[in-house]
């Protein structure tokens, strides 16, 4: 069920970044709230992480069971835990954010992800 709870949360973050790599003026969730409207060059970058996004997606399907493993047991839970602590790191980073919508939107979906890695990580 936790795996299914984080990726849910990973598909928001997913359709967000999107969403601004498509031109959409959600840019205040992310970075700081720096740009409105990502510029060409951090569009590019975003769309990289687009794919680390859906890995992450993917591993934690794999963590809970729902898809078949692309590594072994002891390698996918290495890195489950490695993204558990990213995530865990991400919270932090958003909680102090000067963006007020990526402090009160970004660091509870960063925070209940990040215990979903954990969890999952730790019980496979």
Avoid: D
């Amino acid at each position: 069920m936790l795996a299914i709870i984080g990726t849910v949360l990973l598909a928001v973050v997913i359709i967000l970044s999107v969403a601004i790599i498509l031109g959409a003026p959600l840019g205040e969730f992310t970075l700081g709230g720096r740009y409105k409207v990502y510029p060409r060059k951090l569009k590019a970058i975003l769309a990289t992480q687009l794919l680390l996004q859906l890995l992450f997606v993917i591993i934690l399907l794999q963590l809970g069971g729902f898809i078949p493993l692309l590594f072994s047991h002891k390698i996918t839970k290495i890195i489950g835990i490695v993204l558990a602590a990213y995530l865990s790191i991400n919270c932090f980073a958003n909680l102090f954010s000067k963006s007020k919508k990526e402090r009160y939107v970004m660091t509870p979906l960063s925070l209940v992800t990040a215990i979903c890695f954990w969890m999952c990580a730790l019980q496979f």
